[in-house]
């Protein structure tokens, strides 16, 4: 028979155990919402290379886990389109295929493609394109390139490409999100002080073919 000082001793120790699957099983959620670990969703729907999605006839593939890559992707010309089948890569033959647009420099990280040393509304050498910081004077627009700096997951950064405006929100269609994470993705916008806010920590701004 137990003890009144056994019995506190064991209920210890089962708080204690609790507590540690607790901090476990927070830490997991922590971890995967940053994609530092994959996500349990649809990862087994669809295989590496699949067309998931597309805009204006521009697939957007599956790539799996982020860091996954399937080779390089260069035009018949020799032109880098990028790595398959990372957001970049998606980025570029978007204006590539449907704007037939060359990048001066076709390489970089997603988060490279914004240049923090511009101001608002200039003309990014780099990418051949406008860029607009993130409050700017200008709306973001359909057919924009969208960039994310870089965080604990992923210190790469993100970039995509919204497909559709509203008075409010934003819509931006991207490829490798993460392996449970769609391919579309609403963000909203905020005008204030006449500037417009992409509502996202990690978004830098825009640029677009002007």
């Not at 269609?173 to 993705?185: F, K, L, V």
């Amino acid at each position: 028979m137990l003890t009144h000082k056994h019995k506190v001793i064991k209920g210890l120790h089962v708080g204690y155990s609790l507590i540690v699957v607790g901090c476990i099983v927070v830490a997991f959620f922590i971890l995967q919402s940053v994609n530092v670990i994959p996500s349990f969703r649809s990862s087994f729907e669809h295989v590496t290379g699949e067309a998931i999605d597309s805009l204006n006839g521009v697939e957007v593939f599956f790539n799996g886990e982020i860091s996954h890559v399937d080779g390089r992707n260069v035009s018949k010309e020799g032109y880098n389109i990028g790595l398959k089948w990372q957001c970049v890569e998606f980025v570029k033959r978007y204006y590539y295929e449907y704007f037939n647009h060359v990048m001066p420099d076709a390489y970089g990280n997603a988060k490279d493609f914004y240049n923090k040393d511009l101001p608002d509304a200039s003309y990014n050498e780099q990418r051949a394109l406008v860029q607009y910081a993130n409050p700017s004077l200008k709306k973001p627009e359909v057919n924009d390139i969208i960039v994310f700096d870089g965080h604990l997951g992923n210190r790469y950064g993100h970039i995509a490409i919204i497909s559709k405006v509203s008075e409010d929100h934003i819509e931006i269609i991207q490829q490798n999100p993460g392996p449970g994470d769609p391919s579309r993705e609403e963000l909203q916008i905020v005008l204030a002080d006449d500037h417009w806010r992409v509502m996202h920590k990690r978004c830098l701004g825009w640029l677009r073919i002007e």
